[in-house]
């Protein structure tokens, strides 16, 4: 097989949480422009809209646009069945969607943490559950890429800045989740992997960039942050026949932050 046709994925269909906007958006981008069917969650329908018209505009794709409050755990298996009716099973799932939380651990909101976790862990432990029972366990294979942190994997302590927390912790917890999941469902060929990005320009990140940025630049290898083409290759790779051998890996995508 060719390197063309082991990354092609014309004819699949991919699920991508939290895709209006920021990495989930760039990473749809990606899975668009290999070929495949691209569906994007989020909460906010305008927010939807605008993303959806941004690759229509860009790579001529329609991907569907699905309204979904994933902390509602009700919510999900509907919004598996209107994928799975609009676009076929999923072949992908991405799971990008996620929140943070900025305070000192001794005044930090019990009912912040639990929104944290409820968002980064338990919906993403939902809705895998769902799309693996309805998706694809049955069919024998799928590819599962989630969206963990390099906050999951140090401690994260950068001056001019409030603690994360709960956040680092869910990273975390995703990171063991990716592990975990890829050894269990590896008997029915599905690949589960990790992307844990660097700092990113993004709404989640803006806070942090504007009081302690050029520090962390200063103190990344590559010397700048994430742009907007740097995690296509590898969501490429994880979602493709060319990862048919990985599974259970957690690569950082951080300017050689997690080696210095």
């Known amino acids: 097989m060719s390197i063309k046709q082991l990354f092609d994925l014309s004819g699949r269909t991919a699920l991508v949480t939290g895709g209006s906007r920021g990495l989930g958006l760039q990473i749809a981008e990606a899975l668009a422009e290999q070929g495949a069917r691209v569906a994007l969650v989020a909460r906010k329908a305008d927010e939807l809209d605008a993303a959806t018209a941004q690759l229509r505009s860009r790579l001529g794709i329609d991907a569907l646009p699905l309204v979904c409050d994933l902390a509602d755990m009700a919510a999900i298996p509907p919004l598996v069945e209107r994928t799975v009716a609009a676009l076929g099973p999923i072949d992908i799932l991405v799971n990008n969607a996620g929140t943070t ?45 989630n969206i963990a942190s390099i906050l999951g994997l140090v401690g994260g302590g950068d001056p001019g800045r409030a603690p994360t927390l709960a956040y680092n912790t869910t990273k975390g917890g995703v990171i063991s989740f990716t592990r975990s999941l890829a050894v269990e469902w590896a008997p029915f060929n599905i690949h589960v992997n990790a992307i844990a990005p660097g700092f990113f320009p993004t709404r989640m990140t803006q806070g942090v960039l504007e009081a302690a940025g ?23 790779l994880f979602a493709s026949d060319a990862s048919d051998y990985i599974t259970g890996q957690i690569v950082a995508v951080d300017g050689g932050t997690t080696a210095a």
């Not at 630049?217 to 590559?222: G, H, I, N, S, Y």
């Open 101 to 145: 939380w900025g305070a000192p651990t001794l005044e930090h909101p019990l009912s912040a943490w639990n929104k944290v976790m409820t968002l980064n862990l338990t919906a993403l432990f939902a809705l895998t559950q769902e799309v693996g029972r309805r998706c694809m366990v049955p069919r024998r294979r799928g590819k599962i890429i």
């Open 214 to 236: 050029d520090t962390i630049a200063a103190r990344t290898p590559l010397q700048r942050f994430g742009g907007p083409e740097d995690l296509k290759g590898l969501v490429a």
